[in-house]
Nanobody, 123 residues
Framework: VQLVESGGGLVQAGGSLRLSCTTS????????IGWFRQAPGKEREGVSC????????VYADSVKGRFTISSDNAKNTVYLQMNALKPEDTAVYYC?????????????????WGKGTLVTVSL
């Protein structure tokens, strides 16, 4: 099983980035795929999640209206489009997979994690 994040980098406040999570080794459409982030000195927090089976998605309040999650089931890849970035969005962003759905993952935990990609938003 692999979840490989890409697309992180340094961007000025107000800018945009698109993260990608390319997966392999499991049945993509049977999982909820989400993004978490961890800022220095803070706990890991959920950002967004999408159910690969039907496209239902959820967002943290802090990113609603700025971030958009999407999936390409043909490529087993999930994207996170991040617009209007703020310095407080600076964190390592992790891709994660939960069997069956995002809601089940929220209750029972994550099955697979990626290694993360760093996003730095400067003033």
């Amino acid at each position: 099983v692999q979840l490989v994040e890409s697309g992180g980098g340094l961007v000025q406040a107000g800018g945009s980035l698109r993260l990608s999570c390319t997966t392999s080794g499991f049945s993509f459409e049977s999982y909820g795929i989400g993004w978490f982030r961890q800022a220095p000195g803070k706990e890991r927090e959920g950002v967004s999640c999408i159910d690969s089976s039907d496209g239902n998605s959820v967002y943290a309040d802090s990113v609603k209206g700025r971030f958009t999650i999407s999936s390409d089931n043909a490529k087993n890849t999930v994207y996170l489009q991040m617009n209007a970035l703020k310095p407080e969005d600076t964190a390592v962003y992790y891709c994660a997979a939960a069997w069956h759905s995002c809601s089940r993952g929220a209750h029972y935990g994550i099955d697979y994690w990626g290694k993360g990609t760093l996003v730095t938003v400067s003033l």
